[in-house]
């Protein structure tokens, strides 16, 4: 019988997931009308040629001017919405966890409660940021959004209240599927408004 120590395997686990996440995050920001770079091409290209074109390009564009202050408060929605998505992503998976290894329990009761106040946060700022986007043809997709960020909000706020429950304990894996269903969900439409498609 093969043994496996699974506290050797966890890490090697996490960082998988991290490196699979970060990697997907990477790709969803690229500019799309780029040219992808294939390794023949990559390759192939003269290391002088490349630093002529991003000189041309650069000399092409005027500097990016930012003001770190009002970006700080401009577009809140933007910025506050990734606790939730990770909170709330991180406590699900805790929680699943714990069936098998109890010790994770706790900080997956606590990462549900901050998922849960840092949603409604998130909410509060989106029907705040909505007029941005209202008449930009994308009106179906940003009542969608907003359908699912609070379903997506009271999903966390029960399944946190719930996971307090010992004797809940049964059903906990259910709560949990539901919240990372709902914050896949809401992050995909999020990122629809965000990102339109061309």
């Given at each position: 019988?093969?043994?496996?120590?699974?506290?050797?395997?966890?890490?090697?686990?996490?960082?998988?997931?991290?490196?699979?996440?970060?990697?997907?995050?990477?790709?969803?920001?690229?500019?799309?009308?780029?040219?992808?770079?294939?390794?023949?091409?990559?390759?192939?290209?003269?290391?002088?040629?490349?630093?002529?074109?991003?000189?041309?390009?650069?000399?092409?564009?005027?500097?990016?001017?930012?003001?770190?202050?009002?970006?700080?408060?401009?577009?809140?929605?933007?910025?506050?919405?990734?606790?939730?998505?990770?909170?709330?992503?991180?406590?699900?998976?805790?929680?699943?966890?714990?069936?098998r290894w109890p010790q994770f329990g706790p900080g997956a009761r606590l990462l549900l409660v901050a998922a849960a106040l840092s949603a409604w946060v998130a909410v509060r700022s989106g029907h705040a940021q909505q007029a941005d986007l209202?008449?930009?043809?994308?009106?179906?997709?940003?009542?969608?959004?907003?359908?699912?960020?609070?379903?997506?909000?009271?999903?966390?706020?029960?399944?946190?209240?719930?996971?307090?429950?010992?004797?809940?304990?049964?059903?906990?894996?259910?709560?949990?599927?539901?919240?990372?269903?709902?914050?896949?969900?809401?992050?995909?439409?999020?990122?629809?408004?965000?990102?339109?498609?061309?």
């Amino acid at each position: 019988m093969l043994a496996i120590d699974i506290r050797r395997m966890l890490p090697v686990g996490l960082m998988a997931l991290i490196g699979f996440v970060g990697g997907a995050s990477v790709a969803a920001h690229q500019d799309p009308a780029a040219p992808a770079a294939t390794p023949a091409t990559a390759a192939s290209a003269a290391q002088p040629e490349r630093h002529k074109q991003s000189a041309t390009r650069e000399a092409a564009r005027p500097p990016l001017h930012i003001d770190p202050k009002a970006a700080l408060v401009s577009d809140i929605h933007n910025k506050v919405v990734h606790f939730p998505l990770a909170l709330g992503a991180a406590g699900a998976i805790l929680l699943l966890l714990s069936y098998r290894w109890p010790q994770f329990g706790p900080g997956a009761r606590l990462l549900l409660v901050a998922a849960a106040l840092s949603a409604w946060v998130a909410v509060r700022s989106g029907h705040a940021q909505q007029a941005d986007l209202e008449g930009g043809g994308l009106d179906l997709w940003l009542e969608r959004h907003q359908d699912f960020g609070e379903w997506t909000a009271y999903a966390l706020t029960l399944t946190a209240l719930v996971a307090l429950i010992k004797r809940a304990r049964p059903v906990h894996w259910l709560f949990a599927l539901v919240v990372l269903g709902l914050l896949s969900a809401t992050g995909f439409l999020g990122g629809i408004l965000a990102h339109p498609p061309l």
